[in-house]
């Protein structure tokens, strides 16, 4: 089976991401549009069943486009949104700065929440048991899609590939709407 992990479209990069409702910008609905058309014109390789998406505006403006091409409804599973950043989620880059001086995703400790939001242990933990139930529900033999966020697939990468997970480093960049394809055994 193959699950084709895709990264929403670009979004307002002057913000701080997580739990923000901030929308895609015209770059990022542009890359959205032609990966779908890219998704439509392999379709019959990709054989994909099932469309899963974090329900966050910048995933579901993602997963539609996709969805339409492909004639599959998306469900959308808010416990694979990314990193619940609390009180910053949205918040102006150069404000957050101020507010909260020296406050990224990499210096929080392991434990360490941010305010108002999780640590880096308590989205390892939510992303895990969202993947673990994801993977008990459907058969082996099926496709599918996830659209998610990077930190969400950084730590599916790590349960796949049985290597530890940090906040520490990114062991891979991943460009917006771009696809990352797990091969995985369900069973």
């Not at 739990?19 to 542009?30: C, H, Q, V």
């Not at 990709?46 to 329900?55: C, E, N, P, Q, Y």
């Not at 808010?78 to 880059?93: C, P, Q, T």
């Not at 941010?114 to 048991?129: T, V």
Request: glycine residues 6%; proline residues 4%.
């Amino acid at each position: 089976m193959y699950i084709y992990l895709i990264r929403h479209g670009k979004d307002d990069e002057t913000v701080r991401g997580g739990w923000s409702n901030s929308p895609l910008t015209e770059e990022g609905i542009l890359q959205v549009h032609r990966l779908a058309d890219e998704i439509e014109k392999n379709k019959d390789a990709l054989a994909v069943k099932h469309i899963f998406s974090s329900d966050l505006p910048r995933t579901v403006q993602t997963a539609k486009p996709i969805a339409e091409k492909l004639g599959l409804p998306v469900v959308y599973l808010s416990d694979f949104r990314e990193v619940n950043n609390g009180d910053l989620a949205g918040m102006k880059n150069e404000i957050a700065v101020e507010r909260y001086p020296g406050l990224f995703w990499n210096t929080l400790a392991w434990d360490e929440k941010y305010p108002n939001g999780e640590s880096p242990k308590d989205f390892y933990e939510r992303i895990s048991h969202a993947w673990y139930e994801l993977k008990k529900t459907f058969s082996c033999d099926e496709n599918m899609i996830l659209v998610t966020h990077s930190g969400v697939i950084h730590v599916i990468l790590s349960l796949v590939e049985g290597k530890p997970y940090s906040n520490k480093g990114i062991t891979r960049k991943i460009g917006n709407a771009e696809i990352v394809t797990v091969q995985y055994d369900f069973n």
